[in-house]
């Protein structure tokens, strides 16, 4: 099993930036895909970006442009990178990975945007 840990998030100003980060236990080019979703207050956790060990991204409707998901086969680690983010964008971004013997979450991380 795979264990993810997420870290970056934070408090941040209407029109602003993160890049969350998401480091796995082991080597994410054993993993089929990873990604990043989001749950805000009172909402269903939604699907934000994903990335295959091929390294093709997907996205989330109209967050393809400011979301971008990357990866560091080194580090073992996801990206998300949040550009102009706004305060609907605020929630809990949980790492995920897929696997053969199947899905893992990380514990999230709050991202918190002001207006």
């Known amino acids: 099993q795979v264990q993810l840990v997420e870290s970056g998030g934070g408090l941040v100003q209407a029109g602003g930036s993160l890049r969350l980060s998401c480091a796995a236990s082991?080597?994410?080019?054993?993993?089929?895909?990873m990604g990043w979703y989001r749950q805000a207050p009172g909402k269903q956790r939604e699907f934000v970006a994903g990335?295959?060990?091929?390294?093709?991204?997907a996205y989330a409707g109209s967050l393809k442009g400011r979301f971008t998901i990357s990866r560091d086969n080194v580090k073992n680690t996801v990206y998300l990178q949040m550009n102009t983010l706004q305060p609907e964008d605020t929630a809990v971004y949980y790492c995920?990975?897929?696997?053969?013997?199947?899905?893992?979450w990380g514990q999230g991380t709050q991202v918190t945007v002001s207006s």
């Open positions: 995920n990975a897929v696997q053969a013997l199947g899905t893992f």
């Open positions: 082991r080597n994410i080019l054993s993993i089929n895909a």
């Open positions: 990335i295959s060990s091929g390294g093709w991204p």
